[in-house]
């Protein structure tokens, strides 16, 4: 069973930065992409950052020269690298990703749980 486990968040001061950390585990055939949304409360997922398995990386307008996402060489790991942090970045943040667990399976969608990301001083 493929399980998307996030971590890294926290409470951090405005102008902060944070880590954010999304590993695959289980059995599957390979990985597409890997993103992240978030969710406010209150508000919709809302779509932050998204990266291939080529490599190309896309990220919304509100976070567009503050945040960067990676992934590891083994393309297990995803990685969200928040700056310049502000309290309406302030939400729950999800990992999500794009695979098939076997050969001739179709592409699915996974998520993780969830971390929270808090901004305030």
């Known amino acids: 069973q493929v399980q998307l486990v996030e971590s890294g968040g926290g409470l951090v001061q405005p102008g902060g930065s944070l880590r954010l950390s999304c590993a695959a585990s289980?059995?599957?055939?390979?990985?597409?992409?890997m993103g992240w949304y978030r969710q406010a409360p209150g508000k919709q997922r809302e779509w932050v950052a998204r990266?291939?398995?080529?490599?190309?990386?896309k990220y919304g307008d509100s976070v567009k020269g503050r945040f960067t996402i990676s992934r590891d060489a083994a393309e297990r790991t995803a990685y969200l690298q928040m700056n310049s942090l502000n309290p309406e970045d302030t939400a729950v943040y999800y990992c999500?990703?794009?695979?098939?667990?076997?050969?001739?399976?179709?592409?699915?969608?996974?998520w993780g749980q969830g971390t929270q990301v808090t901004v305030s001083s």
């Open positions: 999500n990703a794009s695979l098939r667990t076997t050969a001739w399976s179709a592409r699915s969608e996974y």
């Open positions: 289980g059995s599957f055939f390979t990985i597409y992409d």
């Open positions: 990266i291939s398995n080529i490599g190309t990386k």
